[in-house]
């Protein structure tokens, strides 16, 4: 193993250097940062079942997702869902989607679980596929549910996303 030393360059930095200067991506450097919201509330007498699927805002073409927050009451002993998006609808010239569905492409089961107690401002981990992700087309951002929300009526989730389009 050798060991580093001197001054190193990151990839940005080393574009930056190279010769001829290499342009990055605007989305990484420099990018205009834009911030989307959406909420839904559970109505006061229901529950959402497992089968339930929440329809949130839509994610641009083009745009880069630099956090995420998630944020939702408690729900009794149950309530986990996962959040993620719908697959685009629109293929390359070779016919394959240019973006595939991923249900938990933000948020697991594990991480967006307001049975365990309420979420406030859940961030978006590092380690799912949707961190810093770009998009190459529109697409649906969703909850699905995978537990009943047991006394979820009349909570509020509210998803949150700062991203770059330019």
């Given at each position: 193993?050798?060991?580093l030393s001197?001054r190193l360059?990151?990839?940005?930095a080393?574009l930056?250097?190279?010769?001829?200067?290499?342009?990055q991506?605007?989305?990484?450097?420099?990018?205009?940062m834009?911030?989307?919201?959406?909420s839904?509330?559970?109505?006061s007498a229901?529950?959402?079942?497992?089968?339930?699927?929440?329809?949130?805002?839509?994610m641009?073409?083009?745009?880069?997702?630099?956090e995420?927050f998630a944020?939702?009451?408690?729900?009794g002993?149950?309530?986990?869902?996962?959040i993620?998006?719908?697959a685009s609808?629109?293929?390359d010239d070779t016919?394959?989607?240019?973006?595939?569905?991923?249900?938990?492409?933000?948020?697991?089961?594990?991480?967006?679980?307001?049975?365990?107690?309420?979420?406030a401002?859940l961030a978006m981990?590092?380690t799912?596929?949707?961190?810093?992700k770009?998009f190459?087309?529109?697409?649906?951002?969703?909850?699905?549910v995978?537990?009943i929300?047991a006394?979820?009526g009349?909570?509020?989730?509210?998803?949150?996303?700062?991203?770059?389009?330019?």
């Amino acid at each position: 193993m050798a060991t580093l030393s001197g001054r190193l360059s990151a990839v940005g930095a080393a574009l930056l250097t190279a010769e001829p200067e290499v342009k990055q991506d605007v989305s990484l450097n420099y990018g205009r940062m834009r911030y989307i919201s959406d909420s839904y509330t559970i109505p006061s007498a229901d529950e959402l079942g497992t089968s339930a699927v929440v329809n949130f805002f839509e994610m641009p073409e083009g745009a880069r997702v630099l956090e995420m927050f998630a944020t939702a009451g408690a729900s009794g002993a149950t309530g986990a869902a996962t959040i993620g998006w719908d697959a685009s609808g629109e293929s390359d010239d070779t016919g394959v989607v240019l973006e595939a569905a991923d249900p938990d492409g933000f948020y697991t089961a594990v991480q967006f679980d307001p049975g365990g107690g309420a979420l406030a401002r859940l961030a978006m981990a590092s380690t799912v596929a949707g961190f810093r992700k770009l998009f190459a087309a529109r697409v649906q951002v969703t909850a699905t549910v995978t537990e009943i929300t047991a006394d979820g009526g009349g909570d509020t989730w509210l998803l949150e996303a700062y991203i770059v389009v330019d």
